[in-house]
Each structure stands twice: as C-alpha cells, then as structure tokens.
T-cell receptor, first 110, second 117 residues
C-alpha cells in the first residue's frame, strides 16, 4: 500500500542539478511530503519536508505541484557524496513512524 | 552529543543464539524508534518509545523480539533464538515530541548489521 512512487534509479553528472521525482497522487490535505536519503552503510538522513509551498534549505529544494499529487527534490549541484538512495515519504503531522518505500538510487558520476 | 549511536556496528551470530543491541539517542530527544532494513529495501518500522513507555509494536516484532528503554534514555533490542531470516540492518532513530501541527524529523544512527549463520 505504497503511498509514493519513485523511479528505481537515476544517474546524474557531478556539478549538475539532480531532479528527483515522486508521485503521491492519493496524498491527503494535511499530509506532508518528506525526503530522506541513505548513503551506503549509514542510517537515513533527513533532507527536507513541505506541505504546500516550495521549500529550500542548505541541502536541497522541494517543489510541490499545485495539486500536491507530485513533487520534485532538487539537488542544485550534485557531488559524488550525494550518491545515495533517496526516499520520498508522505506523512500526517501526528505520524510517529516513517513508512519507507524502495526509494530512488541516485548515482552521481564524475 | 554528536548524534544517535548504536552498538555494536556488526554482529555475527549462530542460529539459535540470543543477541542484544544498544541504542543511545540524542540526549534531549524523548522519542526513540527501531527499524529493520533488509537488503535492497527501505527501513521498516518495528517499535517506538516515548520516554520509557513502549507505545507501539509492529507485527514484524515477533515474540522473539523485545525492546526496552528502562530510564527513558538508551534502549536495547533483544532477539532470542535468532533465525537466518533475522539477518538485517537494525536502525535506531530519535526525535523530539512534536508540538501541535508540526513534525520533528527523526535522526538515525548508523545501524547494527546482524548476520545469522
């Protein structure tokens, strides 16, 4: 009963922007969109989250469509250290647990 | 305090043995979570604590699994009579209690990789 759909893998050139799509067509009005990433042999790391508006922090930007049925995580200048599995998660404010799918394996190539 | 720590990082055990893992959360966090991750899959929720109270256990947590957080600080996860299917990465995370209308992100430890032979 996955709430999100992500491509299984994508490649990106070092120094270029990486645009990671996520579909969440059944998202409800008060569910947030969260992104985590997991570098090999490490635990997941929080990146960013949003409800309706686009968000930006030091790691990435999150663009959420007006109908909220999809979003895009943007890594503006990908580096080799951004190679990881990226997870898109939708979550209610009072959800205490994270429901991870299989994510997108992003490989940044020199 | 630099983050969530877990010990050991790796554990190899023989089928039928008991194992115990420890998690030390970020000190000011009162919520603690355990997840399990098998190869090629995302982490799956096992259980969570608010302070010392265990508030939910997933169906994945069979009766061979037990978790404690005796003083609301560190937590242990014990697996009794290990089976080969228990081989996985066991991840611990912690967070603050969210205030109304907000969510606090979870901070994960590096995990304990269990191999049951």
């Amino acid at each position: 009963d996955a709430k999100t759909t992500q491509p299984p893998s994508m490649d990106c050139a070092e120094g270029r922007a990486a645009n990671l799509p996520c579909n969440h067509s059944t998202i409800s009005g008060n569910e947030y969109v969260y992104w985590y990433r997991q570098i090999h042999s490490q635990g997941p790391q929080y990146i960013i989250h949003g409800l309706k508006n686009n968000e930006t922090n030091e790691m990435a930007s999150l663009i959420i469509t007006e109908d909220r049925k999809s979003s895009t995580l943007i890594l503006p200048h990908a580096t080799l250290r951004d190679t990881a599995v990226y997870y898109c998660i939708v979550r209610l404010p009072d959800d205490y647990k994270l429901s991870f799918g299989a994510g997108t394996t992003v490989t940044v190539r020199a | 305090d630099t983050g969530v720590s877990q010990d050991p990082r790796h554990k190899i055990t023989k089928r039928g043995q008991n194992v115990t893992f420890r998690c030390d959360p970020i000190s000011e966090h009162n919520r603690l979570y355990w997840y399990r991750q098998t190869l090629g899959q995302g982490p799956e929720f096992l259980t969570y604590f608010q302070n010392e109270a265990q508030l939910e256990k997933s169906r994945l947590l069979s009766d061979r699994f037990s978790a404690e957080r005796p003083k609301g600080s560190f937590s242990t996860l014990e697996i009794q009579r290990t089976e080969q299917g228990d081989s996985a990465m066991y991840l611990c995370a912690s967070s603050s209690t969210p205030t109304s209308g907000s969510i606090h992100e979870q901070y994960f430890g590096p995990g304990t990789r269990l191999t049951v032979t």
